[in-house]
């Protein structure tokens, strides 16, 4: 199974873009990359997710790199609600469907 | 639109007793998992159901850990005997056939 690896934390200036990477170098053909995020005791909210293109959707920008071993997910805007641990998550798609969880980068957002 | 919905968000109980942790998906949604972090790890995948069938169950840590989803719609994870090892935040999530999957607020599990 692929594995993602994350920083542990970031801070951000509130207003200014977050911008986190994720390492997923053994990402096979045919697997998703997802990005969730968990906000205090919640449970994790779906963001953003791709292939090997790159995304947008409202919340958040998703760029993936032309090998696919690696993507970032950016928030254009950050706010104070944009406080949590954002999950980097390959999810298989043969047979299952599967996410496997990295460890989550804690991003701190700064007024 | 209701989410999914889980019960109890907490529970304490004794090593050595049973608990039922019960999950309710998304009307509609036939993909059903289960996930959980134990202290200090990562989310860890489970099982997953497609509707009342075992999809994959090669997160099952061991026998103690029985999952259920009669008639294909809310699902039940047993734990029999608790052990202290199996504290930690059960999530489960559903999902349409290849959509996002969407998370409960989860149950936490707490073995004295």
């Known amino acids: 199974d692929a594995k993602t690896t994350q920083p542990p934390s970031m801070d951000c200036a509130e207003g200014r873009a977050a911008n986190l990477p994720c390492n997923h170098s053994t990402i096979s053909g045919n697997e998703y990359v997802y990005w969730y995020r968990q906000i205090h005791s919640q449970g994790p909210q779906y963001i953003i997710h791709g292939l090997k293109n790159n995304e947008t959707n409202e919340m958040a920008s998703l760029i993936i790199t032309e090998d696919r071993k690696s993507s970032t997910l950016i928030l254009p805007h950050a706010t104070l609600r944009d406080t949590a641990v954002y999950y980097c998550?390959?999810?298989?798609?043969?047979?299952?469907?599967?996410?496997?969880f990295g460890t989550g980068t804690r991003l701190k957002v700064l007024a | 639109e209701a989410g999914v919905t889980q019960f109890p968000s907490h529970s304490v109980i004794e090593k050595g007793q049973t608990v039922t942790l019960r999950c309710d998906p998304i009307s509609g949604h036939d993909n059903l998992y289960w996930y959980r972090r134990v202290m200090g790890k990562e989310i860890k995948f489970l099982l997953h159901?497609?509707?009342?069938?075992?999809?994959?169950e090669s997160g099952m840590p061991n026998n103690r850990f029985l999952a259920e989803r009669t008639g294909g719609t809310y699902s039940t994870l047993k734990v029999q005997p608790a052990e202290l090892e199996d504290s930690g935040v059960y999530f489960c999530?559903?999902?349409?056939?290849?959509?996002?999957?969407?998370f409960g607020q989860g149950t936490r599990l707490t073995v004295v």
């Open positions: 999530a559903s999902s349409q056939v290849l959509g996002e999957a969407f």
């Open positions: 998550i390959v999810r298989v798609t043969s047979g299952t469907y599967k996410y496997i």
């Open positions: 159901f497609v509707k009342e069938s075992k999809q994959d």
